[in-house]
């Protein structure tokens, strides 16, 4: 008699039985260690937001740095602060590393002063990544509100790098307003060369506005979901997971198949501060990376 195992208890998932490795820590660098980057270019996006270009001065460490889709790197100012940011660009791009900065205070306001030749430092890359193998073979659905999308571009490229091992891949995409859509110089190629089907929608559109208004919630009519056979990724502010991830569980998805990316703030980024905790989560150290069902209860979480 053949033993049939029911396709979403949670306790069967291949990846729910491992011990989660997302951090791959011993093929990393040492976190510990800061080094020191030039940016070599800057390129404003929005009135908010600008692409940092910086290169990792010392050859070797340039070679042997590797992060994976959805770690973060500490930036450090001399003088002035450390903050952490997403890695927004493509985990195989050796050359140099881009950071998507929206200008918000103190550490950001100085950074966005910066011009191509200036040197920061770096730590990193800290925290848990999106896991992009555990996705092969199904469909992806990438899901990203505002400056969210800077943390999903780093697995768009993945996915991009490595089409043929996914099935469909859509791209949802909400942002306040049409000047505040990010990286969308970009979508054309994605969308030729990679197939990937990428939906924008706005709140407050203009005059030069031809697409969706709305919440991100309505471009769900617009792509077919399996929900048997579908990874999320959801990135942008807490107050999207709840809605976001409750319209996907209503659509039937799993909820350990739908992964979030908590930013609180951080100040040492590898577990020794405790600025970041959300109850006994560190969410430097056990994120950024959640699957949705292990914090969708987590008080103060989402
Ligand atoms: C894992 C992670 C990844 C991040 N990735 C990016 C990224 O790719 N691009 C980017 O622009 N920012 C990112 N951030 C947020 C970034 O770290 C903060 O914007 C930055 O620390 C603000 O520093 P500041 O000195 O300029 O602001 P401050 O002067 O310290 O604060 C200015 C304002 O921003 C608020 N604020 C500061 N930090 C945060 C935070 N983490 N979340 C919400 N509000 C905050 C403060 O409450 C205050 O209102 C990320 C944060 C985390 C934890
Ligand atoms: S940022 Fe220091 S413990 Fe998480």
Redesign the pocket.
Known sequence: MTLKIPRHDINREPFMTQSPDFNRKSQLLQTEHDYKARIIATIPLTSE?KLFQVRILDPNVRERFSFLPGQ?IMVDLPGC?E????I?SSASNHEFIE???????????MIHRLEAGAVVGLRGPF?TNFPMQKMQGSNVLLIAGG?GF??LRSSIYWVNEHRPDFKEVNVLYGARDPSQLLFKYQFEEWRKVYNLNILTIVEQPDESWAGPIGMITQLFDEVPIDPDDTFAIVCGPPVMFKFVCSHLSDLGLPRQRMFV?L????HCGMGKCCR?NVGSTF??QDG?VFAYWSVMNLQEAI
């Open positions: 937001e973060f602060g903050i952490a940011i997403g927004a950071l998507c900065i929206r200008k918000v205070g103190k550490v950001t306001g925290g400056l800077t943390t990316s930013e609180r703030r951080m970041c969410t430097c950024p």
